[in-house]
Every structure is written in structure tokens, then in C-alpha cells.
């Protein structure tokens, strides 16, 4: 006879019969991985195209502005009152003048439909100064992208702004040649072209 085989747990060796059922049970287990992987790999064949679809969908979603309903915009700037003419929104082209500035001249280029300025309103507008002789621009609120906003007629202004802008209406754009003892005090005339955004 050989030399037995040495049970080093205490209980001796399996019988035939536990040796079989052990058996059994690990191909049942086997049997069972072996089928949640195919139901698994069945669920991905199905829905992985699903999933796929579903993250581009989320990734355009997300890119797109999340889902927001977009606000229609006329392309004008946020300060630009509604109703006004569209070319408010665009910065006028200021030349130089030809000759001479005796005396204070307002010249219409739109003519808004609002009411006329009053001295005394709190008015709003866009402007752009240049030197009369040289058309060499000297400062502009469209640079700041904001409109100026001051008192008519109180001095907050030049002359040339506190009488020549009375009377116009809300929504114009006018040009101003303003004289120098009407402009500031460095002795030179200006032309201006200012926009009257609002007034209240």
C-alpha cells in the first residue's frame, strides 16, 4: 500500500460522494456567473447603443446652453432704448467743419419722435466731440460703451449743450457747432453729434 495522503486540516478527506456535490455546487456557481454575464452582455448589446446616443444628446444639450430657451435679440446695445431709430446704435461718423463758428448752429440729422427736451429734465445720450478745424476727435462715450447722463440747463454742461439741445426730441441725433465762448475753456470750436437716448 502508499503512503496516505496526510489530511492536515483534522477532518480527513472528502468522501467520494461530498467530492461529487462539491463539484455540483462549483459548476452551479459557474453555471450562474456564466449566465449574468450573457443577460449582462445581452442588456449592453441593447442599451449601449441607447447610452451612447443618451451622452451625445447630454453633450450637445450642455453645449448648446444647457437647455435655456434662447432670448431673441435685435443685435442693438442693452443701453439703446427700445422704439428709437436703429442707427442710434451705431457711433456717427464726426468730420471737420468748413469755415468759421460764429454763433451756436443745431443741425438735425434723425429726427426723433419723442418729446422735445426740456431745460431741467435728467437727459441721457451718446455723443462724439471733435476740434471744428481739424476734425481730431477729443472724447466720445461710445469709448466707454455707456451713455452720459446729466441735468439741461443746469450747468452741468457746456453752453453749447445747455442752449442747443433744448427743444429737441428724445430719439434725435443732432450735430452741434458750438462756438468757442460755448465750448470749453481752451478757445477752440467744437462740433459735437449727440444722440438723445432718453429724458425724464
Known amino acids: 500500500m502508499g503512503t496516505p495522503v496526510k489530511d492536515r486540516s483534522g477532518r480527513g478527506l472528502p468522501s467520494k460522494a461530498e467530492r461529487w456535490a462539491l463539484g455540483k455546487a462549483a459548476a452551479r456557481k459557474r453555471a450562474a ?11 449592453m448589446r441593447v442599451a449601449g447603443p441607447v447610452l451612447v446616443v443618451g451622452v451625445i444628446i447630454g453633450v450637445v444639450w450642455l453645449f448648446s446652453g444647457g437647455g435655456t430657451t434662447p432670448t431673441p435679440t435685435s443685435g ?9 431709430d436703429p442707427q442710434l446704435a451705431t457711433k456717427p461718423e464726426v468730420t471737420a467743419g468748413e469755415g468759421t463758428v460764429s454763433e451756436l448752429k443745431v443741425t438735425t440729422l434723425i429726427e426723433g419722435a419723442g418729446a422735445p427736451l426740456e431745460a431741467g429734465q435728467t437727459v441721457s445720450v451718446n455723443y462724439v466731440v ?5 476734425g481730431t476727435e477729443l ?4 469709448k466707454r460703451n455707456q451713455p452720459y447722463e446729466f441735468t439741461l440747463g443746469a450747468g452741468d454742461v457746456i453752453q453749447g449743450w445747455d442752449q442747443g439741445l433744448v427743444g429737441v426730441p428724445v430719439g434725435s441725433r443732432v450735430q452741434l457747432d ?4 460755448l465750448a470749453y475753456r481752451d478757445g477752440q470750436a467744437l ?5 438723445i437716448l432718453s429724458a425724464s
Do not use: I, K
Open 33 to 43: 456567473a456564466w449566465r449574468r454575464r450573457e443577460l449582462l452582455n445581452r442588456v
Open 130 to 134: 471733435v476740434y471744428y478745424d481739424t
Open 76 to 84: 442693438a446695445p442693452t443701453w439703446l432704448p427700445a422704439g428709437l
Open 139 to 142: 472724447d466720445s462715450s461710445w
Open 191 to 195: 462740433r459735437f453729434v449727440v444722440d
Open 178 to 181: 458750438v462756438p468757442s465762448d
